[in-house]
């Protein structure tokens, strides 16, 4: 692929990244702002921005949009971002399989309690289906 392809399409991949990233962030913003990471805004500047929504654990659906969505764009945005870096030494092949692996091995820790947070498979679902949808990109990458 000539240079300048090449530099149009990482910044298409950058760009799609940082969207799946600030797509996954309004959720949080918009309807789940007693995350931690949040703590850091003001919660007067929460109250103005915050959309109200029925129970979660109500309606499965609204679970899935509001709990897993959120996490299945980061790690889309995580894959298609750790995409754009690999090369074909092996360092760059490894880090993609780490990024592959790294939320079930998130998800399983808090399983088996070694580090906090609530085990969900709601999430393993949602990010095996991101991972199946990513692995011919990742066949791709890794073995060209």
């Not at 980061?74 to 754009?84: C, E, P, R």
Request: charged content about 10%.
């Amino acid at each position: 692929m000539n240079p300048t392809k090449q530099r149009r399409k990482s910044g298409l991949v950058l760009h799609i990244g940082i969207f799946l990233l600030l797509a996954g962030s309004s959720i949080y913003l918009l309807f789940r702002q007693k995350v931690l990471f949040l703590s850091w805004i003001s919660p007067d500047i929460l109250a103005l921005i915050h959309v109200s929504t029925p129970e979660p654990n109500s309606n499965i659906l609204i679970y899935m949009l509001l709990y897993c969505f959120p996490d299945g764009l980061w790690y889309a945005a995580l894959l298609i971002l750790q995409s754009s870096l690999v090369n074909q030494e092996k360092t760059g092949k490894i880090m993609l399989l780490l990024s592959m692996l790294l939320p079930f091995m998130l998800e399983f820790a808090q399983l088996f309690e070694l580090i906090p947070g609530t085990f969900d498979c709601y999430d393993l679902i949602t990010y095996l289906i991101i991972l199946i949808l990513f692995i011919p990109c990742a066949k791709k990458l890794l073995f060209n």
